[in-house]
């Protein structure tokens, strides 16, 4: 299909400069006024002795409508799911639709307080509950913590737990396998927890060589974490020799469920032999992501895992009502203040209902069919280097641009002046200079061929004028930046020196 | 590029000489891209063949550097916490450590430098 009868979709747009607030202030100018002083005046010397504070350094004096002002315009120069597709490779940076939001303000909810006593959160209590149903339901798994605040606090709870596990059996074993195609927070997760990491090699096709795991496999092993489908967009075909693998030496099979977008309603963790595993609500179950958030990252683990589960979890009590339990002896205790990001929760179990069973199928086929649909359209104008078959998102390479010495990063800043957000660049590492294009299933057709079509039109740049593409973006506010610089020589904090 | 034949080569794209310098090679300076950081032990520890004993980190990854072979660190480059740029415009002159090699012996397993430049040549894509 053509789009040229469609409109353009990036265009020239008056964007107004703006400073820091700081430099913007000056002496007298306010955006407040107090009423008067309706209670005994108090000296807050005698009170705080030195701690009183009379300087407040640099604080910015403006008036309402600078504030209001600053804070729009900076507004304008954002780059929102709202305003456009957003294909950043396994972040799933789907829709988030209003119906979660309506929900989420509704009065009771909106002004619960953690504090407030169990008999008058029954209905927080319940959203709780229901929500770990259905969780539990998707996964296959047996029980659930909803504590963590995102996905990497959910592999360090997962990773406790793991630990935790082994410790009670008497060891708690010295290493994790991750493969080379893992996300890197797995990694770093293990190392935290304590554990070795060894590292496993992917075959030719794109996913663990299970051999390669058998020799590796002994009884130091506490857990392989896998993430299914791998950062390749490719699904572990023999995950369940894996998950045998594993278990045969009494190790664990830990799944980083943040590509669960291609599974949900299709297959089940837990049937194919997972005993842990993370979900980003922020991520499948469309809540807000990308300084939008807060991000949430319940852990699932199967029925062994469950006493060491973090507390307080949710429990019927004898009279029908719900509470929480704290008495867990075995617990690797809380970690989260409270219960955590209980805002997501509601507009996370708003979308399950909104979509009830069939709908999240159909959900998971359309994020497998956009991505299908781009690889299909793209392929052979971008090198694909691994021809096993996609899920929800496509990895190609910038093999064919480079030799015109574009590379993935030159692309995706060229992207920019189509009107999309880049796609993940350089990740997974496996794949020299790759380009991951996740589009989820929010995207009609119309945007996805707009989307197409601004790479096609990219890689006849690349080969028309590539100096053109190295240099881009070119319609953007600001142009390319200095990213070695900035790393090497950061400036961190602004100083009354750097005004300009 | 040519790869100076004065020293050998891992699969992992470090260098060592036989007096136990060791630095990473120009291949893997050219696929990190610009480098911004490098991490490198305290002079006395003990490394050992094929594992980490620091990392550099790129605008594009944090990458492992592995020990080409096992020693004792007796010196290590300052130069490169303040100028990481070094490795990225002369590799096979900015080097990274100084060992005492603990076993010769284990240098014979390493690639000579014709070896490793048709390793590379293979590798790349």
């Not at chain 1, 929900?103 to 229901?130: C, W």
């Not at chain 1, 179950?285 to 589960?309: E, I």
């Amino acid at each position: 299909m053509s789009t040229k009868h469609m409109t353009r979709k990036a265009t020239r747009h008056i964007s107004q400069n703006e400073g820091l607030i700081f430099e913007k202030s000056s002496p007298g100018k306010a955006a407040w006024k107090l009423p008067p002083l309706d209670v005994p005046e108090v000296d807050p010397a005698k009170l705080l002795g030195k701690q009183e504070r009379k300087d407040l350094g640099d604080m910015p004096e403006v008036s309402e409508i600078e504030i209001i002002r600053h804070f729009t315009r900076l507004s304008t120069w954002n780059y929102a799911i709202d305003l456009g597709m957003y294909p950043l490779g396994s972040c799933t940076m789907k829709y988030n639709p209003r119906v979660n939001e309506f929900v989420a303000r509704v009065e009771g909810l909106a002004n619960g307080h953690p504090y407030q006593a169990e008999k008058i959160s029954q209905g927080a209590l319940r959203i709780m509950q229901t929500l770990s149903e259905c969780l539990i339901e998707i996964t296959g798994m047996d029980a659930i913590t909803l504590q963590p605040a995102a996905g990497a606090q959910g592999e360090l709870t997962g990773l406790l737990m793991v630990r935790a596990f082994h410790e009670s059996k008497g060891n708690a074993r010295k290493k994790i396998l991750i493969p080379d195609s893992a996300h890197g927070t797995n990694p770093a997760t293990a190392a935290t927890v304590g554990y070795a990491v060894e590292n496993l090699k992917s075959n030719s096709r794109g996913m663990v060589d299970v051999a390669a795991l058998a020799a590796q496999m002994n009884e130091d092993v506490a857990a392989l974490m896998v993430t299914n489908p791998n950062t390749l967009g490719i699904f572990e075909q023999e995950i369940h020799k894996i998950a045998d693998l594993l278990h045969d030496k009494g190790g664990l099979l830990y799944m980083d469920g943040a590509n669960m977008n291609a599974l949900v309603g299709k297959v089940r963790p837990g049937d194919f032999g997972v005993d842990v595993m993370h979900l980003n609500l922020h991520k499948t179950f469309s809540t807000p992501h990308g300084g939008g958030g807060p991000g949430s990252g319940p852990v699932a683990v199967k029925k062994m895992l469950a006493p060491f589960l973090p507390t307080p979890v949710v429990v019927t009590r004898a009279d029908g009502t719900l509470g929480f339990e704290y008495n867990r002896p075995q617990s690797v205790g809380r970690v989260r203040a409270f219960y955590g990001n209980f805002g997501m929760f509601i507009r996370a179990l708003a979308y399950i209902f909104a979509n009830g069973p069939d709908g999240l199928r159909q959900t998971t086929e359309d994020a497998v069919l956009n991505a299908n649909y781009i690889r299909k359209r793209l392929e052979g104008v971008f090198d694909l280097p691994y021809s096993t078959p996609s899920m929800h998102e496509v990895v190609f390479s910038d093999k064919l641009q480079s030799k015109k010495g574009v590379k993935t990063m030159d692309l995706a800043k060229r992207l920019i002046d189509y009107g999309f957000h880049p796609y993940t660049t350089a990740f997974p590492l496996i794949v020299p200079g790759a380009l991951m294009i996740e589009p989820t299933e929010s995207e009609p057709k119309e945007e996805l061929d707009l989307f197409i079509e601004a790479m096609k039109s990219i890689a006849e740049e690349v080969e028309e004028d590539p100096q053109y593409v190295l240099n881009a973006p070119h319609n953007a506010r600001i142009s390319r930046l200095d990213e070695t610089a900035a790393a090497r020589k950061p400036i961190l904090r602004w100083k009354p020196d750097n005004a300009v | 590029m040519g790869y100076p034949d004065d020293r050998k080569y891992t699969k992992e794209h470090e260098w060592i000489t036989a007096d136990g310098t060791v630095g990473i090679t120009h291949y893997a300076q050219d696929s990190l891209g610009d480098i911004v950081f490098v991490e490198l032990p305290k002079v006395g520890t003990e490394i050992r063949a094929k594992k980490p004993f620091g990392t550099i980190e790129s605008v594009k990854a944090v990458s492992d550097l592995n020990a080409p072979a096992s020693g004792t660190v007796t010196a290590v480059n300052e130069e490169l916490t303040t100028d990481p740029e070094k490795v990225n415009k002369d590799a096979h002159s900015a080097w990274m450590l100084k060992i005492k090699i603990k076993d010769p012996a284990e240098m014979n397993s390493l690639l000579s430098a014709a070896d490793y430049e048709k390793f590379v040549s293979e590798e790349k894509h």
